[in-house]
């Protein structure tokens, strides 16, 4: 768990978008090389990025601590109300409608850690804000679409997988997205 003396959370805001991409791309680069080749980093980095409606729908979060002096940016990520399961603003085959609490699930988006500040329960942090965000906002069930480094985090924190789809990046090397899910 992360220590909550030393780390705090706030919403993102627009202005967060340059420390979220540059966190965002250290995190890929470094988090994944455990997990996958350097070409199907490339693949996954296709399917990852900002998403501006999480920051707008004020459902974004960082994590933050003092590093000598400065605030330091060491984690982000969120939940979603709309149908879209993964990927930034850019990605094919979004669906940014509003879930249906009743029916629909919510999602956990774009989480990220600082391969500086990895293990330190930033992740765990960000679940539990989200979670308890959706379950706040109505929802029972949220949902998720994990990469390959990410399913231990996300099954030691009670989701399961119940579809695997397979993407082939530019380059030609396969993008494994994991769907997993959890009663809230």
Request: glycine share 10%; with cysteine.
């Amino acid at each position: 768990m992360a220590d909550p003396n030393r780390f705090r959370s706030r919403i993102a805001t627009e202005d967060d978008v340059p420390a979220i991409i540059d966190l965002m791309r250290a995190s890929i680069a470094v988090n994944m090389r455990a997990f996958l080749t350097e070409a199907e980093i490339k693949a996954a980095q296709e399917t990852m990025g900002v998403d501006n409606s999480l920051i707008s729908d004020r459902t974004y979060f960082v994590i933050e601590t003092d590093e000598d002096g400065e605030t330091v940016m060491v984690a982000c990520g969120g939940w979603g109300k709309r149908r879209t399961l993964y990927g930034g603003d850019h990605s094919l085959g979004r669906d940014d409608s509003l879930s249906d609490p009743a029916k629909d699930a919510a999602r956990i988006r774009a989480m990220y850690t600082h391969p500086d500040w990895i293990r330190q329960g930033l992740g765990t942090m960000l679940l539990e804000l989200g979670e308890g965000a959706a379950r706040e906002a109505g929802f029972g069930v949220i949902e998720l679409g994990s990469t390959v480094p990410g399913r231990p985090l996300y099954e030691a924190r009670g989701y399961e997988a119940f579809f695997t789809e397979h993407h082939t990046g530019a380059n030609g090397e396969r993008n494994t997205v994991i769907h997993m899910r959890k009663p809230l």
